[in-house]
């Protein structure tokens, strides 16, 4: 499976959506290459409003869904955030997964004194850990 390439500005775009929505979870999608490069960062509304649940906002996913096709990428990654617990999935986030085991869940984990981020795989049974690196290029 191609590993993600994150620069370390989107990164950075991402951790700090999390730490603007905080105390609530934030959400939204990563896009770029099919090699696995992150060159695109579209924020999503939260429809739960809420510290430890998502709803990625419909009509959000879908003007971020026409945009990544307009762009000739494709959509690589969803993010969302723990405020307040460690960035593993959740009972929720293994339920709420309807995207397969393919595309990356990045968690932004805001508990402890840094930004922890982690990268899953989500399958219909669980999740195990989704190779990803920042890209210095
Ligand atoms: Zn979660």
């Known amino acids: ?13 991402v951790v700090a959506h999390a730490r603007a929505e905080a105390p609530l979870e934030c959400c939204g999608l ?3 290459s099919a090699d696995g490069r ?14 430890t649940d998502y709803l990625t906002n419909a009509r ?5 869904s026409k945009a990544v096709r307009a762009a000739g990428a ?13 960035p593993v999935p959740s009972a ?22 840094e930004p922890d981020v982690r990268a899953w795989h989500i399958t219909e049974s669980g ?3 989704a190779a990803w690196s920042l890209d210095q290029a």
């Open 1 to 13: 499976m191609r590993p993600l390439r994150i620069p370390a500005e989107l990164l950075a775009a």
């Open 30 to 32: 990563l896009a770029g």
């Open 38 to 51: 992150v060159s695109h960062h579209f924020p999503l509304r939260n429809d739960l409003a809420s510290p």
């Open 60 to 64: 959000d996913l879908f003007a971020a």
């Open 74 to 86: 494709e959509v690589l990654a969803f993010y969302h955030s723990h405020p307040a617990s460690q």
């Open 92 to 113: 929720k986030d293994v339920a709420g997964n309807h995207w397969g085991g393919t595309v990356v869940h990045l968690i932004v984990g805001l508990a402890g004194p």
């Open 127 to 129: 999740y195990e850990p």
